[in-house]
């Protein structure tokens, strides 16, 4: 071989690999077709007269300024920023105004947990605390019972992370001091009337799950649905209950469809809202780049990787409970929920590191959540039926035998288990270490 020849095969390999870095550098994918007819999808009008969800974003309002037209103010400013591109450090300072915001009076006590009672026990015990939170709290309450008259729950998405937040935490202690209102009332022999509330509680929160577009606000649901179910089911094993009362309970407890415990139109909205968010980030990078980003980002393969993720927790969140778990351990075995280093980093890696970061190892445990909260309904459930068939603790676990079929573990079809020492009955999550549980 003479000098000549070698001298053409380096130059030859020098001039492929020029060719394969220059083209790594400036290819990108294209667009995902699923993630284009998603993005492409319309949605309904925000701003709305009868969106809830406005009302939830202004809801601790100052007192003399309504909650929607809080709400309305903070959206249409967001709006604004949006379309001329603006610093959004500076719309923040503009609708962030805690100093004026009401906030909840009091100290709220916890329920339900290993050390602390009921609210019928509470209610009993301390009618001059409720009494003061019901004094000091009046214009969230009264803000709190309006809610149920909104017909729609509509969460913006195309704003991304840029998008306010509402502020649960008034909310949730207003739904709280307004089932202690009601507990005070079983306690004074209107059993029927607290049960009433209960259900109108209950009916709202069910509508909030089926409507909610974003984990956050599915989350929360949830929460508050589980204190719903503990306390109709204290309400109504508290003492042998009439037809007009067992139809308003078994009302609460029916079995959730599923769009209440599903967490796949929260995480589809997820995926709209977080593309939403990167195309933010992207148009604000192109105003500080330097050129070298897009050899190192790639818009189309971040966007579609991020995509290609929700669509495998959708999916997965689209399962029932049994299908769920089998998955979770395949997962867990097999090391699934890792992401490894593949071709796609080559041309876009600063993209797939991204991902990698945003990635949710633990959005299993947030579908989880909506699975468990049925297996609670389950348990509220059969602490009602027990009562109602007068069961005694050494007839308990055959009790719970016994209604397995349609009332056992959500995750493995076996009867709940009764603990004779704490007075409880329950089934374990799906590692199998943490029961979830309701004292009989």
Known sequence: MTALTL?????????????????????????DPELAREMARPLPEILEPGNAWIVFLGFASPEGVTPYVRGEEMIRKLQGAALTDNNFVEFYKSVVDSKSELSFQGKMPSFYGTKDGGMLTFAAEHPDEIAALLRNNRVL??????LRTYPRYTEPLDYGYVTPSPKF?????AQRTRLLQLAARAGQGDVAGALAGVR??????????????????????????????????????HRPLNKQEMEIVRDILRPFDNGEVSLAGALRGEARYGQRGMELEIRQQAKNSRGLDSLLFKANATRNRMYADSRDYIRLAGMNPQ???????????????????GIPFLYNPA???????????????????GHNLEGLRRLSTLKVLSRLEDVPPERMQQFLD???????????GAPM????????????????????????
């Open 7 to 31: 001298k053409r095969m380096k130059f030859a390999i020098i001039l492929f690999y020029l060719s394969l870095f220059v083209g790594l550098a400036l290819y990108d994918e294209k667009p």
């Open 141 to 146: 309450l009264s803000r709190y019972e309006s």
């Open 169 to 173: 935490s008034p909310l949730r202690s």
């Open 200 to 237: 109108e509680d209950a009916e709202f929160w069910r509508f909030i799950a089926r409507s909610s577009t974003t984990l956050i606000s599915k989350l929360i649901s949830f929460s508050a649905l589980n204190i719903d179910l503990r306390f109709a089911a204290e309400l109504g094993a």
């Open 323 to 341: 299908k769920f778990a089998l998955e979770v351990k395949k997962r867990e075995d097999d090391n699934k929920g890792i992401r490894r280093i």
């Open 351 to 369: 993209g797939e590191i991204l991902t990698m970061i945003g990635q949710s190892a633990g959005m299993p445990k947030y579908i989880e959540k």
């Open 402 to 412: 016994s209604h397995s079929r349609e009332l056992g573990n959500p995750y493995t």
């Open 417 to 440: 288990t009764w603990d004779s020492k704490k007075g409880s009955i329950s089934f374990t999550d799906i590692s199998g270490e943490k029961p979830i549980d309701i004292i009989m």
